[in-house]
Nanobody, 125 residues
Framework: QVQLVESGGGLVQAGGSLRLSCAASGRTFSSYAMGWFRQAPGKEREFVAAISGSANNRDYADSDSMKGRFTISRDNAKNTVYLQMNSLRPEDTAVYYC????????????????WGQGTQVTVSS
């Protein structure tokens, strides 16, 4: 069993930055690939980024709206995964979720075994 707790969300002006954190319980954190997803009101959950257990592989959403602005990283010694978000835009407003998986696609929500409760990110114009 893995428990995930996100933090770092909040209200920020357009152009600003936030770093989200996701702390995981358990002693096998490095065996899990970790992903970040987001969900805006009235929209489906959307893949943002993922990172393998060893951090050797990373994947980012193809969306032009996110490219080059978000960076995923992890610290296995701290059981934590991060999402650095720069040049934030109002359309980045959403609840951001982290998730953990041991197998399957980085990009499919159904591949993930465990989810956090989410953290709200609101970007004002």
């Amino acid at each position: 069993q893995v428990q995930l707790v996100e933090s770092g969300g909040g209200l920020v002006q357009a152009g600003g930055s936030l770093r989200l954190s996701c702390a995981a319980s358990g002693r096998t954190f490095s065996s899990y690939a970790m992903g970040w997803f987001r969900q805006a009101p009235g929209k489906e959950r959307e893949f943002v980024a993922a990172i393998s257990g060893s951090a050797n592989n990373r994947d980012y959403a193809d969306s032009d709206s996110m490219k080059g602005r978000f960076t995923i990283s992890r610290d296995n010694a701290k059981n934590t995964v991060y999402l650095q978000m720069n040049s934030l835009r109002p359309e980045d407003t959403a609840v951001y979720y982290c998730a953990a998986k041991q197998a399957g696609s980085f990009r499919l929500p159904g591949s993930y075994d465990y989810w956090g409760q989410g953290t709200q990110v609101t970007v004002s114009s």
